[in-house]
Structures are given as C-alpha cells and as structure tokens.
C-alpha cells in the first residue's frame, strides 16, 4: 500500500523507528485481531469499547505501525517487532484522512452511489459489470458509512482502476462527509424514499441529504440520478448529468418492462437489456449501470454480459427452498414503504404459485407519519388479485392487518411473537406456496426463515 515514510507526511507527530523507517505496510485495520504482518493498527473508541486497550494483541500479530490518541498513556508490555508511533487527537478523524490521502495516492476512477433504496443492488450490478474491464474494488457488505467507507478506501491494491463506493446516512452531513473523502468522479442517486426520514423531517430533506453527494465534485464530475423523482428535478450542479427513468423526458429512457421467470427484460434508448432480477424498479437500478459503463467506454455487449453475472449481497430478493418444495423468498435485508410496495407489486406479478402468503415486519425510523406510511402499503395489497395471506410480525406493522381487515377480503394476522409466526407459517410449507418476507433489517426476519428452509 505505502511505507512508513509516506505516513510521516501525513501524521507528523510520530516516535520512528529507525529500522523500519522504510517498511511497507500492507493492511490497514481497526480490528486487533485481523493483524497480520505489515499492518497498520488503527484502534477506535466506541460507547462500549476501546481499541486502544488491545494494542498488545495488535502488536504480537504484527503491526509495524500504529496510530494513537495523543491523550492516552502508551504502555507496551511486550514488543516483538520495532513499532512507530503516530500520534493523533482523533483516531477516527486519522482513518478517514488517511482513506482521503490514499485515494489521492492511488487515484481511481471514483463511483459513489447514495439513495433511499436500492444502492446494493445498483453497486452489485455495476461490479459485475465493469470487473472484466477494469480492476474493480467495491463495498462489501454494510461497510458504508463513516468508518466503513474508509476503511473501503483502504482496502484498495494499488493497481486499483475504479473504486465502487456505496454511502449511506441517516442525518444530514454524513454524506458530505463520505463525499469529502472519497471524491467521487461519479455519483448516482437511486431514489428518494422515506428511509431515515424520522431524522430528516421530510422527503425534502432526504433530497436534500442524498444531494450531498455532489459537494466535493468538479464540473468534470457526472451525476447520474432517477429522472422520475420530482424532489431531483432542477438540480444545481456543475458538472454533468444523465438523467434515468421512465418518462419520456429522461436522458436514458426505460420502455417496454416485461417479468420473464427470473428476469427483467426492458429497453434503453431503443436497445434491448435483461436482468436476473425481479421487478420494475431493477430495470431502473440496472439503467444506472447502463450509463456508468458507458460513460467508462464499456461496450453494450459487455454490459449485457455483465449485468447478468451479478452476485447479489444476500437477503435481497432471494430466492430460497423451503420445506415440501415451498418458494421462500427473502427479501429483509432492509425496508422502506417505498421499497416494500415496489416488491410486493413483483410479487403480484409472479406466476405458477398455488397460494402467495406476504410476511411483512416493522419499518423503522418512519417518524411521526409512520401510520400513513403503513395504511399506504395496505392499499397496494389491497389492489393485489393474487396474494392469499398476509401476516404482519413487531410493534407497528400491526396496522397493516388493521386496515385489510376493515378493508380487504385478503386474509390477515398479526404476530408479536416469533415461535407463534413459525409454528403459523408452518403449515403454509404446501407445495407450489410462495411465502415472502420483507422488513427493516433491525426485525431480523432471517431468523424465522432459517427455521423454514
């Protein structure tokens, strides 16, 4: 990655050790217990944790090097290696200006991707699609916030092309931050959704937070962004924009949408696409993808291939075997009302199932306006002619059963309590049922599906 030397202009308030002065460091970590040799050693305070008190443990597993709150007293109990010290007011602070200066050093071509829904899916698609291009680096799983992002950032090999960064938030500021420090080149904008929007106050403001990702970008910088959300339109940007969507005013525009099996066919500007995904809202996603290749210089042909070589972060819309040969599909890595209709309208759309049971969980942070947002999601199911049962599983998704039976014929139960839904569940494992499974990631719905498989 860098040697020590590199470091000293960065952190100048450093103890060196002459006789590494020159040593490489390979890793960065803020985990002790990842140490290998080579490694740069970063501990991070938390409420209830500090890493600074498991120095030794990174030490003995080889950390050449180690960042240190200047405040604390530093007591080596025992030193194998020759360590140097760099010493810092915020440990965190030095995580996220040394990501800064080693993207600077290494100098990739920048995607940042932000919005309410769908980023994983998006960041997925584009990986897929340009990693037989270009050496490709993208987030892994949930590591996309103020620390995880940089520690993205660090996990860069130097013949690094393009960095796939996906941003996520949940108050204003926190994207400007991330944007600060990865300066992207490009940046994509999903949706507009109601995530967060307990903190945010409206879909204004989650407009407004999302579009910070374009603060840090130059008038050489390209946003790409969903041309169908009004809360986009008349965007003040410097640099330039592609719009995607479904209107006809858009720059890339998504027509004739037609649910295969285990696909999504469409079109683009009059050329035909596919994906291995279900539903409307993954032909936008993959649009996005579209446009970034593109404007990479990826043919058409490998972006066709690419988009269907795809390795989905888990619990998105997974297709899973259930007991007697039951389709489970689960689809609670995470939730908003937005995307909780968008995928219950695919639901609606699949074909060759006998029953289609829904089991929707709470949604978390909706605010104080989370009552509409859940008899919202009512009325989508209600216009549904295909699903048989709905059971609702927390705190607040009871008012979802609530409002079907006032106003459905659809048949709905609420459950507080897990073995009581398993055991209820339990007897819709029929063959030819689709039982599908969508909450914010905070219900933890995995764990009643894996008592189904």
């Known amino acids: 990655m860098f040697d020590i030397e590199w470091l000293t202009k960065i952190f100048t308030n450093n103890k060196l050790k002459q006789t ?43 950390a ?32 996220q200006l040394l990501a800064a200066e080693y993207r600077k050093l290494i100098n990739p071509k920048v995607i940042g991707i932000t919005g309410s829904n769908g980023k994983t899916t998006t960041k997925d698609l584009l990986e897929a699609t340009l990693t037989d291009t270009y050496m490709t680096v993208a987030t892994k799983g949930n590591l996309n916030n103020h620390i995880g992002l940089p520690l993205t950032i660090l996990n860069m090999k130097r013949h690094t092309e393009v960095l796939i960064l996906e941003m996520g938030m949940s108050n204003f500021g926190e994207i400007e931050l991330l944007s600060n420090i990865a300066k992207p080149d490009i940046a994509i904008i999903t949706n507009i959704g109601e995530s967060h929007i307990e903190h945010l106050g409206s879909r204004k403001g989650i407009a407004q937070a999302k579009l910070e990702i374009i603060k840090s970008m130059n008038n050489k910088g390209t946003l790409v962004y969903d041309g169908d959300e009004l809360l986009l339109k008349n965007i003040e940007f410097k640099g330039n924009v592609i719009a995607c969507g479904f209107s006809p005013t858009n720059t890339e525009l998504i027509t004739d949408i037609k649910l295969t099996t285990n696909s999504t066919e469409f079109y683009v500007n009059d050329m035909f696409f596919k994906v291995p995904l279900l539903g409307r809202h993954h032909a936008k996603n993959a649009t996005f993808v579209i446009a970034v290749a593109r404007l990479l210089n990826v043919n058409d042909e490998k972006i066709k291939r690419g988009l269907n070589q795809i390795n989905l972060t888990n619990m998105r819309f997974e297709l899973l075997v259930g007991r007697n040969n039951t389709t489970l599909i689960n689809d609670a890595y995470n939730a908003s009302p937005t995307s909780m209709k968008a995928s219950i309208e695919v639901v609606e759309e699949l074909e060759g199932y006998k029953e289609k049971i829904l089991v929707l969980g709470d949604i978390l942070e909706l605010g104080s306006d989370f009552k509409q947002y859940y008899q919202d999601i ?13 059971y609702t599983y927390g705190e607040k998704s009871h008012l979802i059963n609530e409002y079907l039976k006032d106003n459905s014929n659809i048949n709905s139960r609420h459950f507080t309590d897990e073995s009581s839904l398993v055991k209820e569940l339990d007897k819709q494992l029929i063959k030819d049922n689709l039982l599908f499974f969508k909450a914010s990631r905070g219900i933890k719905l995995e764990n009643i599906i894996n008592q189904l498989k």
């Open 20 to 62: 590494n002065k020159n040593n490489i460091i390979k890793t960065v970590s803020t985990d002790s217990r990842n140490i290998k040799g080579n490694s740069l050693f970063i501990p991070l305070k938390g409420d209830r944790f500090d890493g600074h008190d498991h120095v030794n443990e990174a030490i003995k597993n080889g």
């Open 378 to 390: 009512s009325k989508t199911i209600n216009k549904m002619d295909t699903i048989s049962e709905v």
């Open 64 to 95: 050449q090097a180690i960042i240190w709150d200047q405040e604390k007293p530093l007591s080596i109990k025992e030193l194998p290696i020759e360590v140097s010290v760099f010493y810092v007011s915020d440990t965190l602070k030095a995580l």
